[in-house]
């Protein structure tokens, strides 16, 4: 089979040098005669990966003692449910910010769990001139008083990103399944991050949340245990069995990041591949990018064809040419290119490649 390149959302490619690893080793996991997969979680082997797993997370984004690392189960949705048992009992009120279709799932699952008079909404994506933008309104200005507030920095669906971080008086949550590890953030201006493991980390299931310590003690709605922020720290994330060869996979990627050269330098790949896709959709008439340039979504490159009629023939083609996986979310239609941190710069400079050929033939 020759390469291929897959610009799938999610579950998404792995760095190709984790994958080759887990082949090698998948029979026979550190010497212990058998997988990963077979072995006891409380076993001092695996617990040794976990520490070391948490540690390197911990180097990599830079995360402040006072914040707790959790591995979780439900992948992203999953704790949509999560921060709304854990922190809104009491009839608690949050606000959420709604960019596109994820914020816009999590707020409609706070809803149904808190109900709608302890849940404000606000959408903050407008378009102008054409192209859809955020603006964020003055939270410092609102007078409430809310738990938290939450949004979703990178709208996978969407293909829109919030690059700055919020002026908020409220604890910050954030939805960080399709952009954690993509670029430097500051964790300390978060209340607690969660992501799904499918986009940037791992296989799917796994969730990552990022906790910051006082917030465990804001009153929870009955739930169950197994999504209990207070019963996974107590339990270092082993309240029940947890997703052993996911973890291992994310604990692999986490090395790999740091052999590369860490988050600064996945950024600056990062930069660099949607400098060069964003390029082409701009410099040719022949492709259309409706976000504006300041929200334009780094992980997740959504374009459309000016000639609709051509996309089946785009898409043929395309994986023809081993681009595979890049029809938009059936919600919005036209084209996504997904170009996490495993994706190569070649894998763009493909596509690149081969837009511009389609273009010049179809033109
Ligand atoms: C993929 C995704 C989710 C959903 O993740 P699941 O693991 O399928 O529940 C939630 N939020 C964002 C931003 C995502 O990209």
Known sequence: MSAIFNFCAGPAMLPQAVMQKAQQELL??????????????????????????????????EIPDNYHVLFMHGGGRGQFSAVVNNFLGDNGKALYLVDGSWSQAAVEEAEKLAGKDNIDRINIVESIAGKRQVVIPELTQIDKDYRYVHYCPNETVDGIEIFDNLNSPWPVIADMSSNILSRQIDVSQFGLIYAGAQKNIGPSGLSIVIVRDDLLALPCLPQSSIMDYRLAVKNDSMYNTPPTFAWYLAAEVFSWLKSVGGVAEMEQRNIEKAKRLYACIDELDFYVSGVAAQNRSRMNVTFQLTNSELDGKFLAEAQAAGLVALKGHRMVGGMRASIYNAMPLEGVDALVTFMTEFAAKNA
């Open 28 to 61: 026979n996991w550190n010497d212990q005669g058998v997988s990963v997969m077979e072995i006891s979680h409380r076993s001092k082997e695996f617990i040794a990966l976990t520490e070391e797993a948490e540690s390197n997370l911990r180097q990599l984004m």
